[in-house]
């Protein structure tokens, strides 16, 4: 009562009353004391309180911050309190005093009995108890990030193959790359970089190593594909080189590398695509000539000579084009071109080659043509063409083999060309052609046009002209069938055949159109699908000449099933109609019929709406059906405006 409360507290412990003598000591802020004395009456939370108190004097006499030496004895307090907090079945109480003092471990172990196992992991983590730490990961579910642990852990102890594999099992690929490049294993950090989608470094170590195989797929991969190439070339694996090169548009090396391994078209096609303005354009353009002359197509042989040789002075280091831009001009009769060629190669050199014996014999034919008539026969033109003696007789140039087939376009037969020793599709046109001049000047100009088509889906235009009487194409000869053909036999084809054909087509198409060639008569009897799984489209260029022959009324009348509204009403038309012409084989091709099979087909093509193709074809993909029916629009404006459009769409169709 006279407030000394120490005396008091001492009293009443002497009196055998700990618990009266704790409270009182409590109160007189003697609180280690106080939580003796709790504890030997087993009042443990209030042991627990008095300590925290200890522990709060303890921090104000510090400002808070616990000094080192002092840490010790502030964490022997905190863990006695803990203990307290814990008998008297206090947890959180403890976890959070053990935090306080920083002893991670313990309460850790405290949060890994209760099965608080993220907690846990936290704490052991601060403890610096990897291992212990990771464990706890494990057990949650998360090996990765265990593993993660165990290689940090490893690493400061040195231990980099024990690293090394727990940072595979945590997929850490680039690290687990530096520390196998740091042990001296490049082969194994290029395949932990490869792993980590590194594929560039990945490449480059390869390199180093002269592993040209491993080191070219990974700079394929890294969109690398100029470095992808060099390395497939020193491995031997010339076509993928090829394909790397054309792919960074480096296309001379491309086409020149698809040439030697006799892939004719291939090396075409990237030749082709050689720009003017690149420093390999004329070299692109001579390769191409005398591809083109393996080939047979001479008329393009020619004409890219005349590009490679446009504009360019004749001297040593070009010779050899000029020369074979006048072997091509006189194979192909026009020899007062030839003979002007000859002459500017002998004021270079003039023991070029032949080029003075070829001069002089055709200076020589000439004055024997000139003696006969002003108008040189068929005989006298062979006859240079060949070299030979005029008077000889005229082979046949082509000898008919069987008839393939007929129809609006003429009749289709197989046949072998004499001169060039192959076998081609040659095609007889209507015999009316010959009442029509102008559609007949018009037929050699789209044929010219249709022979400078060069491409994997588009038969080739060999040659046109006049043979016993009647005007013929010779084109490339395609084994296989049309697809009306399998139409006729299968009824419909599944969406993936379609998809395939239909994309083929679009890439000839892409192709022609660039060139500003228009089909005009896409239609289903004129894609061939032949027998290594390739399209083909037929007679670009025909249909605007027979539509001069026989006239819009004609043609209006008959059964133009394929014609987009614009043709069919006769007005002017662009590559757009060919977008609809596809559009309409399409769905011939998904529900096994045409979408205007009955009455006028020409007024429903004009003013018909066209029929949607899953109302006919249930399983057919919506997004299939839609596209038909973009492309059959009868406003041009609202079609895919280019067949790259449409292969584009085609590709996100999603095929059974």
């Given at each position: 009562m006279q407030g000394d409360l120490k005396k008091s507290a001492e009293l009443f412990e002497q009196a055998g009353n700990k618990k009266r003598a704790a409270e009182i000591y409590f109160r007189a802020g003697l609180f280690r004391k106080a939580a003796q004395l709790y504890q030997e009456v087993s009042e443990f939370k209030s042991a627990g309180d008095a300590l925290v108190k200890a522990?709060?004097?303890?921090?104000?006499?510090?400002?808070?911050?616990?000094?080192?030496?002092?840490?010790?004895?502030?964490?022997?307090?905190?863990?006695?309190?803990?203990?307290?907090?814990?008998?008297?079945?206090?947890?959180?109480?403890?976890?959070?005093?053990?935090?306080?003092?920083k002893l991670f471990e313990e309460s850790g172990q405290t949060l890994l009995d209760l099965g608080r196992l993220k907690e846990a992991a936290e704490r052991f983590q601060n403890a610096g108890k990897i291992l212990k730490a990771a464990e706890c990961l494990e057990?949650?579910?998360?090996?990765?990030?265990?593993?993660?642990?165990?290689?940090?852990?490893?690493?400061?102890?040195?231990?980099?193959?024990?690293?090394?594999?727990?940072?595979?099992?945590a997929e850490n690929w680039e690290q687990a790359s530096a520390i196998y490049q740091e042990l001296g294993d490049p082969k194994k950090s290029a395949r932990s970089l490869e792993k980590a989608g590194k594929f560039r470094t990945a490449g480059e170590i390869w390199e180093q190593l002269e592993n040209w195989q491993e080191a070219g797929e990974d700079f394929e991969k890294a969109g690398e594909f100029s470095q992808a190439g060099r390395c497939y070339e020193r491995a031997s694996e010339l076509t993928r080189a090829s394909e790397m090169f054309e792919k960074a548009g480096e296309f001379f090396r491309a086409g020149s590398s698809y040439y030697q391994r006799g892939?004719?078209?291939?090396?075409?096609?990237?030749?082709?695509?050689?720009?003017?303005?690149?420093?390999?354009?004329?070299?692109?353009?001579?390769?191409?000539?005398?591809?083109?002359?393996?080939?047979?197509?001479?008329?393009?042989?020619?004409?890219?000579?005349?590009?490679?040789?446009?504009?360019?002075?004749?001297?040593?280091?070009?010779?050899?084009?000029?020369?074979?831009?006048?072997?091509?001009?006189?194979?192909?009769?026009?020899?007062?071109?030839?003979?002007?060629?000859?002459?500017?190669?002998?004021?270079?050199?003039?023991?070029?080659?032949d080029a003075r014996n070829r001069l002089d014999r055709l200076k020589q034919q000439r004055t024997i043509i000139d003696s006969r008539s002003s108008t040189p026969s068929m005989e006298d033109t062979q006859s240079l063409r060949e070299g030979e003696p005029l008077g000889m007789?005229?082979?046949?140039?082509?000898?008919?083999?069987?008839?393939?087939?007929?129809?609006?376009?003429?009749?289709?037969?197989?046949?072998?060309?004499?001169?060039?020793?192959?076998?081609?599709?040659?095609?007889?046109?209507?015999?009316?052609l010959k009442e029509h001049p102008t559609a007949l000047r018009n037929f050699f100009r789209e044929a010219k046009s249709a022979a400078r088509l060069n491409h994997p889906n588009i038969v080739t235009v060999y040659d046109a002209g006049e043979e016993a009487g009647n005007y013929y194409i010779a084109m490339e000869y395609v084994e296989g069938e049309t697809v009306k053909q399998i139409l006729t036999r299968e009824g419909k084809l599944p969406t993936k055949a379609v998809l395939l054909i239909a994309g083929q087509v679009c890439k000839a198409l892409e192709y022609a159109h660039e060139r500003k060639v228009v089909h005009r008569d896409i239609k289903s009897s004129n894609v061939m699908w032949t027998?290594?799984?390739?399209?083909?489209?037929m007679d670009f260029g025909l249909a605007k000449v027979l539509e001069e022959v026989k006239g819009y009324q004609t043609i209006a009348s008959g059964t133009p099933?394929?014609?987009?509204?614009?043709?069919?009403?006769?007005?002017?038309?662009?590559?757009?109609?060919?977008?609809?012409?596809?559009?309409?084989?399409?769905?011939?091709?998904?529900?096994?019929?045409?979408?205007?099979?009955?009455?006028?087909?020409?007024?429903?093509?004009?003013?018909?709406?066209?029929?949607?193709?899953?109302?006919?074809?249930?399983?057919?993909?919506?997004?299939?059906?839609?596209?038909?029916?973009?492309?059959?629009?009868?406003?041009?404006?609202?079609?895919f405006q280019n067949a790259k459009e449409l292969l584009e769409a085609l590709k996100k169709v999603k095929a059974e």
């Amino acid at each position: 009562m006279q407030g000394d409360l120490k005396k008091s507290a001492e009293l009443f412990e002497q009196a055998g009353n700990k618990k009266r003598a704790a409270e009182i000591y409590f109160r007189a802020g003697l609180f280690r004391k106080a939580a003796q004395l709790y504890q030997e009456v087993s009042e443990f939370k209030s042991a627990g309180d008095a300590l925290v108190k200890a522990l709060e004097q303890m921090e104000a006499r510090v400002g808070g911050e616990i000094v080192p030496q002092e840490m010790s004895f502030y964490q022997a307090l905190a863990r006695e309190a803990a203990r307290d907090f814990s008998k008297a079945q206090n947890v959180e109480q403890a976890i959070a005093l053990w935090d306080r003092a920083k002893l991670f471990e313990e309460s850790g172990q405290t949060l890994l009995d209760l099965g608080r196992l993220k907690e846990a992991a936290e704490r052991f983590q601060n403890a610096g108890k990897i291992l212990k730490a990771a464990e706890c990961l494990e057990k949650m579910g998360e090996p990765g990030k265990a593993a993660e642990l165990r290689a940090k852990y490893y690493l400061e102890q040195g231990k980099k193959q024990e690293a090394i594999g727990e940072l595979e099992k945590a997929e850490n690929w680039e690290q687990a790359s530096a520390i196998y490049q740091e042990l001296g294993d490049p082969k194994k950090s290029a395949r932990s970089l490869e792993k980590a989608g590194k594929f560039r470094t990945a490449g480059e170590i390869w390199e180093q190593l002269e592993n040209w195989q491993e080191a070219g797929e990974d700079f394929e991969k890294a969109g690398e594909f100029s470095q992808a190439g060099r390395c497939y070339e020193r491995a031997s694996e010339l076509t993928r080189a090829s394909e790397m090169f054309e792919k960074a548009g480096e296309f001379f090396r491309a086409g020149s590398s698809y040439y030697q391994r006799g892939l004719l078209d291939r090396a075409i096609s990237a030749l082709q695509q050689v720009d003017k303005s690149k420093e390999d354009y004329q070299k692109a353009c001579s390769l191409l000539s005398k591809i083109f002359q393996e080939k047979g197509m001479l008329n393009l042989a020619r004409e890219s000579l005349r590009l490679a040789t446009d504009n360019q002075e004749l001297s040593r280091s070009n010779l050899e084009d000029f020369y074979q831009l006048a072997l091509l001009n006189e194979r192909l009769g026009d020899f007062e071109d030839a003979m002007g060629v000859y002459e500017k190669i002998l004021l270079v050199n003039l023991d070029y080659q032949d080029a003075r014996n070829r001069l002089d014999r055709l200076k020589q034919q000439r004055t024997i043509i000139d003696s006969r008539s002003s108008t040189p026969s068929m005989e006298d033109t062979q006859s240079l063409r060949e070299g030979e003696p005029l008077g000889m007789d005229k082979p046949v140039r082509y000898e008919i083999i069987e008839e393939i087939g007929r129809g609006g376009m003429g009749i289709v037969y197989q046949a072998r060309d004499t001169i060039l020793d192959r076998v081609v599709a040659y095609k007889v046109l209507p015999a009316n052609l010959k009442e029509h001049p102008t559609a007949l000047r018009n037929f050699f100009r789209e044929a010219k046009s249709a022979a400078r088509l060069n491409h994997p889906n588009i038969v080739t235009v060999y040659d046109a002209g006049e043979e016993a009487g009647n005007y013929y194409i010779a084109m490339e000869y395609v084994e296989g069938e049309t697809v009306k053909q399998i139409l006729t036999r299968e009824g419909k084809l599944p969406t993936k055949a379609v998809l395939l054909i239909a994309g083929q087509v679009c890439k000839a198409l892409e192709y022609a159109h660039e060139r500003k060639v228009v089909h005009r008569d896409i239609k289903s009897s004129n894609v061939m699908w032949t027998k290594d799984r390739q399209t083909k489209l037929m007679d670009f260029g025909l249909a605007k000449v027979l539509e001069e022959v026989k006239g819009y009324q004609t043609i209006a009348s008959g059964t133009p099933y394929y014609m987009s509204p614009e043709q069919a009403m006769g007005k002017e038309i662009d590559h757009r109609t060919d977008i609809y012409s596809l559009g309409v084989t399409m769905f011939e091709m998904v529900i096994g019929q045409l979408p205007f099979k009955t009455g006028d087909a020409v007024y429903h093509h004009i003013h018909t709406p066209p029929p949607e193709a899953k109302t006919l074809n249930d399983s057919l993909d919506g997004e299939l059906s839609n596209l038909i029916l973009k492309c059959m629009q009868k406003d041009p404006a609202y079609r895919f405006q280019n067949a790259k459009e449409l292969l584009e769409a085609l590709k996100k169709v999603k095929a059974e």
